[in-house]
């Protein structure tokens, strides 16, 4: 059964393509399930890559008109994907249970040390990467997200593997474990193409390091496509993906 539960739309201003384009390609390409997940706005700051908040009731509207003119065909959830920090947890609840969302994707692009804002892209070194799994860690175990998309993005970064990335990564599939989170094998970090880092050359991420632990602790692992234009909701990095994590031999499922 082919699904994805990462998609974007043009209102994240950095992907094409309105939500029946997305829908149209998803029918085309025989999905059973497509999840929107564009980025979520936040009330008080814009943080950029995302739509505003005035947008989002037409967002939910927009997945809504797709949702009713698919129904008989394919399921189509309405979601977002959304970083967490502490302060908005009233805000996580109001998406959930006034607005109706099927569902939460954490994508943790930025985070909180003690009140200081970080952004994952802009590590200094690996000695963030603990408090940022900290950080989805505490994220996790509050329950308000569904799937934990590319819990492995901050290997991007230009550094060699140390044991910082060992504890990182342990962090993080204890939580996903412990609160029985599926996590995202990412077909975005293969579409961006290999990269020579100070370790070697390989995808920014999906990370083998990180995957091999994921498959011993037994997380349930869902194939993404992370799709920011429509012909990528399924395309040869989709496959590819959901070819590597088989082979990998992780427990994929499907559905959420
Ligand atoms: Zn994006
Ligand atoms: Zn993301």
Same mark, same amino acid.
């Given at each position: 059964?082919?699904?994805?539960?990462?998609? +974007?739309?043009?209102?994240?201003? +950095?992907?094409?393509?309105?939500?029946?384009?997305?829908?149209?390609?998803?029918?085309?390409? !025989?999905?059973?399930?497509?999840?929107?997940?564009? +980025?979520?706005?936040?009330?008080?700051?814009?943080?950029?890559?995302?739509?505003?908040?005035?947008?989002? @009731?037409?967002?939910?509207? *927009?997945? @809504?008109?797709?949702?009713?003119?698919?129904?008989?065909?394919?399921?189509?959830?309405?979601?977002?994907?959304?970083?967490?920090?502490?302060?908005?947890?009233?805000?996580?609840?109001?998406?959930?249970?006034?607005?109706?969302?099927?569902?939460?994707?954490?994508?943790?692009?930025?985070?909180?040390?003690?009140?200081?804002?970080?952004?994952?892209?802009?590590?200094?070194?690996?000695?963030?990467?603990?408090?940022?799994?900290?950080?989805?860690?505490?994220?996790?175990?509050? #329950?308000?997200?569904?799937?934990?998309? +590319?819990?492995?993005?901050?290997?991007?970064?230009?550094? *060699?593997?140390?044991?910082?990335?060992?504890?990182?990564?342990?962090?993080?599939?204890?939580?996903?474990?412990?609160?029985?989170?599926?996590?995202?094998?990412?077909?975005? #970090?293969?579409?961006? !193409?290999? @990269?020579?880092?100070?370790?070697?050359?390989?995808?920014?991420?999906?990370?083998?390091?990180?995957?091999?632990?994921?498959?011993?602790? #037994?997380?349930?692992?869902?194939?993404?496509?992370?799709?920011?234009?429509?012909? @990528?909701?399924?395309?040869?990095?989709?496959?590819?993906?959901?070819?590597?994590?088989?082979?990998?031999?992780?427990?994929?499922?499907?559905?959420?």
């Amino acid at each position: 059964m082919k699904s994805n539960f990462h998609t +974007h739309t043009k209102r994240c201003c +950095h992907a094409f393509g309105v939500e029946a384009d997305y829908a149209k390609e998803a029918y085309d390409k !025989g999905l059973s399930v497509l999840g929107f997940s564009d +980025h979520a706005p936040f009330k008080d700051i814009d943080y950029g890559y995302r739509m505003q908040f005035s947008e989002l @009731q037409e967002y939910i509207s *927009a997945v @809504q008109t797709e949702r009713e003119r698919y129904s008989e065909k394919m399921r189509i959830m309405t979601g977002l994907e959304i970083e967490y920090l502490p302060k908005y947890c009233e805000y996580y609840e109001w998406l959930l249970n006034e607005m109706k969302l099927d569902y939460l994707a954490l994508g943790e692009h930025f985070f909180d040390i003690n009140g200081r804002f970080c952004s994952i892209f802009a590590s200094e070194s690996t000695n963030e990467y603990i408090p940022y799994a900290k950080a989805i860690s505490e994220a996790l175990k509050k #329950g308000y997200f569904s799937v934990l998309v +590319h819990p492995d993005i901050m290997f991007m970064n230009c550094f *060699a593997w140390n044991k910082n990335c060992d504890k990182a990564c342990e962090i993080i599939v204890d939580a996903a474990m412990l609160t029985n989170t599926p996590v995202e094998y990412n077909a975005n #970090g293969i579409r961006r !193409g290999q @990269q020579d880092y100070p370790d070697g050359r390989r995808d920014p991420y999906p990370h083998p390091r990180f995957w091999a632990m994921a498959k011993d602790a #037994g997380l349930k692992v869902l194939v993404g496509s992370d799709a920011h234009s429509p012909e @990528q909701v399924y395309d040869k990095s989709m496959e590819l993906a959901v070819k590597r994590a088989k082979d990998f031999g992780l427990d994929i499922i499907s559905e959420f």
